[in-house]
């Protein structure tokens, strides 16, 4: 039988551009705004690319059920969720295992950030609704996440900030999308540091590289954080540097 032949996906190609048009080291564009759902104490939405989502913080507040509650700490409960129509194909709204890991990673690369052991007994929810995806959903969410606790005024030591990382026909690529994702040789791995302190926070890794690799892309993705902190802290800026009002 007659093999088929595929054709061969230049990720990049001889001018350094990818198949978006983007440079190897170049995030899509991102958009954040703080405090855009009135019924929470803290909110945000961001376009990342394609990605949309919602964050919505409540809290601290008391525990329940008390049986979840910390008398060291509050709890973080993230939850993230995709919209049914998010997706190609109709995401099943019931949680998924990967909706679970995500929420728990995320929620895990949060807490590094806040001052817990000062909210002894309590919770603090964080809601992320993804509407639109295309890859690179986690870091979004944690990217709001982040803004909207900020907005919430619950204690941070820094912000949560993050960009995916990773390969794809052999080159090196910061944020990748959907389709870089898929490359047969792809690397993906969704990254989140606080901002300040440089703390790696969350590091998943979907595929293997090499040390040369990793020591190659990380810079890269490090200096990308630092655009998306600069965003993070604009979007709280346009909500509170009026005279420390907030904007009605
Ligand atoms: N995706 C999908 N259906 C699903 C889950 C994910 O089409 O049920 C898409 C979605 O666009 C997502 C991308 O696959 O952004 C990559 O998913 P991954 O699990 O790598 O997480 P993400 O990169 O979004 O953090």
């Given at each position: 039988?007659?093999?088929?032949?595929?054709?061969?996906i230049?990720?990049?190609?001889?001018?350094?551009?990818?198949?978006d048009?983007?440079?190897?080291?170049?995030?899509?564009?991102?958009?954040?705004?703080?405090?855009?759902?009135?019924?929470?104490?803290g909110?945000?939405?961001?376009?990342?690319?394609?990605?949309?989502?919602?964050a919505?913080?409540?809290?601290?507040?008391?525990?329940?059920?008390?049986?979840?509650?910390?008398?060291?700490?509050?709890?973080?409960?993230?939850d993230?969720?995709?919209?049914?129509f998010?997706v190609?194909?109709?995401?099943?709204?019931?949680?998924?295992r990967?909706?679970?890991?995500?929420?728990?990673?995320?929620?895990?690369?949060?807490?590094?950030?806040?001052?817990?052991?000062?909210?002894?007994?309590?919770e603090?929810?964080?809601?992320?609704?993804?509407?639109?995806?295309?890859?690179?959903?986690?870091?979004?969410?944690l990217?709001?996440?982040?803004?909207?606790?900020?907005?919430?005024?619950?204690?941070?030591?820094?912000?949560?900030?993050?960009?995916?990382?990773?390969?794809?026909?052999?080159?090196?690529?910061?944020?990748?999308?959907?389709?870089?994702?898929?490359?047969?040789?792809?690397?993906?791995?969704?990254?989140?540091i606080?901002?300040?302190?440089?703390?790696i926070?969350?590091?998943?890794?979907?595929?293997?590289?090499?040390?040369k690799?990793?020591?190659?892309?990380?810079?890269?993705?490090?200096k990308?954080?630092?655009?998306?902190?600069e965003?993070q802290?604009?979007?709280?800026?346009?909500?509170?540097?009026?005279?420390?009002?907030?904007?009605?």
């Amino acid at each position: 039988m007659a093999k088929k032949t595929e054709e061969k996906i230049v990720y990049v190609d001889s001018k350094g551009k990818r198949l978006d048009g983007r440079k190897v080291e170049e995030l899509r564009p991102i958009k954040i705004r703080a405090g855009v759902i009135p019924s929470a104490d803290g909110s945000a939405y961001l376009e990342w690319g394609q990605n949309k989502v919602f964050a919505a913080v409540h809290g601290p507040r008391p525990c329940l059920p008390k049986h979840t509650a910390s008398p060291y700490k509050a709890v973080i409960k993230f939850d993230y969720k995709m919209a049914t129509f998010s997706v190609p194909d109709r995401k099943n709204p019931r949680p998924s295992r990967r909706e679970i890991e995500i929420s728990k990673v995320c929620g895990e690369a949060l807490e590094k950030a806040i001052f817990v052991e000062r909210f002894p007994n309590t919770e603090i929810v964080v809601i992320v609704a993804v509407i639109d995806s295309d890859a690179g959903s986690r870091i979004a969410s944690l990217t709001a996440a982040s803004v909207a606790m900020a907005d919430a005024g619950i204690p941070m030591r820094d912000m949560v900030t993050g960009t995916g990382i990773g390969r794809a026909g052999g080159k090196m690529l910061v944020d990748l999308n959907k389709a870089e994702e898929d490359a047969p040789d792809a690397v993906d791995i969704p990254l989140a540091i606080l901002p300040n302190s440089k703390e790696i926070v969350l590091l998943q890794m979907d595929g293997i590289m090499t040390k040369k690799e990793w020591e190659d892309v990380y810079p890269l993705g490090e200096k990308a954080i630092m655009q998306v902190y600069e965003l993070q802290k604009n979007a709280l800026k346009a909500k509170y540097a009026k005279n420390g009002v907030e904007e009605k």
